[in-house]
């Protein structure tokens, strides 16, 4: 495997150059720089004169061209000592980067590799130099090479021998002016250039502005390599073509946008698409009432929304079946209709745990059936406006289970926060929870198996998501939080905060969400504040994917105030609310979630009411399975 193939993203190398001027406070300023930016790796240029050019030239520059005058003159004013590469080199990893550099000569060479950096480039000029490719081959090190001022031809020959011997390394397409026209970049050659070496290749630019470096990342460019300058307009050959710190760090952010649009070749049917496929496509429903026994035909079916059932795409797998019960105009048609052996059982699971089903006011009775411990009850902003708590011992019987309501996320179709200090979002996000504490109340005293003395427990989302990415004052917002939560009457229910997703869907959309991701500062706020909470394996799944940590350092870090379990799988930071096992949620993490959080839990899965609740049968008998296998293995290991 090659050292650039294990890259698990584009490598981007801020280059030094001379730009530094032969002042080493002013590369110490630039390597810090480029860290703030996000730069993964530094690079320096080591010349040693003497080794590089004749004497006669070094003697006396007025017997070269023009070019060779002007650039040894640069080269001598931007010199830097040995002694201060290495203190270049200790502050770069002392700023988490990597570290490496580009050799003119032999003595340059023997130098970095006394510096014991972790690969070479290799400039354009030296691309056709052999015996300088067959010194640095020597150091069984992986090298990067740039191809600009060289033929094709030339390029396929140096393929060859590094081929020949072996060697670990990766190309960058370049054009070698300063600045380059953009007319001349012809970017497509790197895709050559990937087809000659049959390796990763990037893209080393020397343009004005960034455009082209994010068009190649765009056309599969694994390493990025761009000049770093503190000024733009200095004097010198290489300040022109560079980037100043600021655009640094917005090239490296949109890259990282790009790898993430870019992902991967399989379609992924995300949730935003969902909900908007429920909202907007169609599914099959009885063009009219139809009786036991009769044939269908294309005339007794058609497609209307919202896609809450079989989708078109199966209509011919219904056409001449007879049906075995009656149907009424516009009720959905299921494969129950025309086959009575289906496995449409639900309920019985052997979990040892308090399991429960998620439903809306107008349908959980419709899963009673299943014998569930727990019901939870997910409310829209219109149950609010619509529940006259007078009604509810006309409406609803009494009930052996356990109650959780989960409060809306919007009110009024605007998305309630409550980390925020802004009366016009803070007045109706209180109102919504005020009302939802109102109907808990009401319909817990409906629920005989409530355990929690405060009363029924009532989920709510924090808020703090906006429609861009934006940097926040995070104290503040936990302070409103808490102080928005404490200023309610939560007399006889027990309010819990669940955590979020890094990136949620709102309004068929993705959005940026500022708090309550991190297991850190969501036990601190639990602590500071005194609330407990609702945990989301799904949305924690996300959230250690965005901020690189564990599933196993998250769960610890809040289960003690974990009051109530919302179960699901997730994928990369945006797919929440998978079936069980169909995500990145291994069986071991998720049994450690369910021995470190003793409380109740649901199946959340996306859409899972859908189909008689197929989702949530499915995610259910997974758990059960789970349970099953785990506590076989206990008992086995306990003889």
């Not at 940026?512 to 602590?527: A, K, L, N, Y």
């Amino acid at each position: 495997m090659s050292w650039f193939d294990e890259l698990d993203k584009v490598f981007v190398i801020a280059e030094l150059g001379i730009n530094h001027n032969g002042e080493l406070s002013e590369a110490l300023q630039l390597v810090r720089k480029a860290g703030e930016a996000g730069v993964d790796a530094i690079k320096i240029q080591v010349r040693d004169l003497d080794a590089l050019y004749t004497k006669e030239v070094l003697d006396d520059p007025l017997l070269a061209e023009h070019g060779t005058q002007y650039l040894l003159e640069e080269l001598r004013k931007a010199h830097l000592s040995h002694a201060d590469f290495r203190e270049l080199k200790r502050v770069t990893e002392e700023e988490g980067m990597l570290f490496f550099g580009t050799p003119f000569d032999a003595p340059s060479i023997d130098f970095l590799e006394g510096l014991d950096v972790p690969l070479y480039k290799v400039g354009s000029p030296d691309l056709t130099n052999l015996p300088l490719l067959s010194l640095l081959l020597e150091r069984k090190k992986p090298i990067l090479l740039s191809t600009g001022m060289a033929e094709e031809e030339e390029i396929q020959q140096v393929i060859d021998f590094l081929d020949e011997h072996g060697a670990d390394y990766s190309m960058l397409h370049c054009n070698s002016t300063y600045p380059s026209s953009i007319s001349d970049l012809n970017l497509r050659f790197m895709d050559r250039l990937a087809e000659m070496t049959g390796r990763c290749v990037g893209y080393s630019g020397h343009e004005r502005g960034f455009v082209p470096s994010l068009a190649c990342v765009a056309r599969g460019a694994r390493i990025i390599e761009r000049h770093i300058t503190m000024d733009r307009n200095a004097i010198g050959t290489d300040h022109s073509s560079s980037l100043d710190p600021s655009e640094f760090a917005e090239m490296i952010r949109q890259i990282r946008e790009i790898e993430s649009a870019l992902g991967g070749s399989r379609r992924v049917f995300n949730q935003g698409e969902q909900v908007n496929r429920i909202a907007l496509a169609k599914s099959l429903v009885a063009a009219q009432d139809l009786s036991k026994g009769t044939i269908l035909n294309s005339s007794h079916l058609v497609s209307k929304t919202p896609a809450r059932g079989v989708s078109p795409l199966k209509l011919n797998e219904f056409i001449g079946k007879p049906i075995t019960k009656d149907i009424k105009a516009d009720e959905y048609i299921r494969f129950e209709h025309i086959d009575d052996h289906l496995d449409t059982g639900r309920g019985g699971y052997e979990i040892n745990k308090q399991w429960g089903i998620v439903g809306r006011l107008n349908d959980f009775e419709d899963f009673l059936e299943w014998k569930p411990k727990v019901v939870e009850v997910h409310l829209t902003w219109r149950d609010l406006v619509d529940f006259d708590p007078s009604s509810v011992a006309e409406r609803y019987s009494d009930y052996a289970q356990d109650l959780v309501v989960h409060a809306p996320e919007y009110y009024q179709d605007e998305l309630i926060d409550f980390t925020t200090r802004d009366s016009k979002i803070l007045d109706y996000s209180l109102e919504m929870l005020s009302r939802t504490f109102d109907l808990a109340r009401s319909l817990g005293s409906h629920f005989k198996g409530i355990t929690d003395s405060r009363g029924p427990r009532v989920v709510i989302h924090p808020g703090g998501h906006f429609e861009a990415r934006k940097e926040t004052n995070r104290a503040d917002q936990y302070r409103a939080l808490g102080d928005n939560l404490n200023s309610m009457n939560s007399d006889g229910v027990h309010p819990l905060v669940e955590n979020m997703p890094p990136l949620p869907w709102y309004f068929g959309g993705q959005w940026f969400q500022t708090v309550f991701t991190d297991p850190g500062e969501i036990r601190q706020f639990s602590e500071d504040f005194g609330f407990d909470l609702c945990y989301d394996t799904s949305h924690a799944l996300l959230a250690c994917n965005y901020h690189g940590i564990t599933l196993s350092d998250f769960t610890r870090s809040v289960a003690s105030h974990s009051k109530h379990l919302h179960i699901a799988d997730g994928a990369g930071m945006t797919q929440e609310g998978l079936q069980i096992g169909d995500g990145e949620i291994d069986p071991e993490h998720l049994f450690e979630v369910f021995q470190n959080v003793d409380s109740g839990f649901v199946a959340e899965i996306w859409q899972g009411h859908l189909n008689s609740g197929e989702g949530f049968h499915k995610a259910l008998k997974q758990v059960e399975a789970l349970m099953k296998g785990k506590m076989a293995t206990v008992a086995s290991c306990s003889h």
